[in-house]
């Protein structure tokens, strides 16, 4: 099955991703990663990119539409899809409906994160990856079980984003009002739109998303 997850910065939808990879063996489609690569690779997407996030801006449409569909052309994304950070406007959730239509693939469900915006400052300020592997932590609400190690790959290098400052997640979150969340309504009058509590425990949120998953599958 192929979803969107959709929500504010903060909101939680990395997190989850790498759960359903790492359990469910679906595959996460990230913008912010993959544009975050080509920033590091010095590619001419990664130097059109790099000013624009660092003020927590979005990138043009045609950029992140073009490198979701070459991503779509991968056979690993027969393994069902999520969505991570895109689309974030009208126009990439249209180019989405045609990129899946054109490829033979169906959204099964649109999963809405809803969460408290006072602590999504404070969520993103406090987080950090694996350097290695990219695992996410947070300073409080995630942390590694041996401190300083990571517990996926024992890597013992960690990194913070340069746009997880509290400035720019104000900025990147009027982007979320003003252009990302009016495409829920764009999926809800399929209904595909489910909301779950994102701000519940981490495990918690997964098992709502798990419940929607199996849901869907039994229903299709
Ligand atoms: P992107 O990388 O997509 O960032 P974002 O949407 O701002 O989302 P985040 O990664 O900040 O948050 P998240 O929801 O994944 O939260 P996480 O799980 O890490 O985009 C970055 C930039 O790239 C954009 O600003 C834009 O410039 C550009 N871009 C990307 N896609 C684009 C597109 N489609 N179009 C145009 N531009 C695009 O969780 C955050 C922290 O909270 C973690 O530390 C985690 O451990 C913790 N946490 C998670 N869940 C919980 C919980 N339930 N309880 C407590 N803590 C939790």
Known sequence: MNIILLGPPGAGKGTQAQRLVAERGMVQLSTGDMLRAAVAAGSPVGLRAKAIMDAGQLVPDDVVIGIISDRLDQPDVAKGAIFDGFPRTTAQADALDSLLADKGLR????????????????????????????????????????????????????????????????????????????????????????????????????????????ERVTSS
């Open 107 to 214: 959204l099964g469900a649109v999963i809405a994160l809803t969460v408290d915006e006072d602590a999504l400052v404070d969520r993103i300020t406090g987080r950090y990856a694996c350097a290695t592997c990219g695992e996410g932590y947070h300073d409080r609400y995630k942390q590694p079980k041996q401190d300083g190690v990571c517990d996926i790959c024992g890597g013992t290098t960690f990194k913070r984003r340069p746009d997880d400052n509290a400035d720019t997640v104000r900025a990147r979150l009027a982007e979320y009002h003003a252009k990302t969340a009016p495409i829920a309504d764009h999926y809800g009058q399929r209904g595909l739109v489910r909301n779950v509590d994102g701000m519940a425990e981490i495990d918690a949120v997964y098992s709502q998303i798990v419940m929607i998953l199996d």
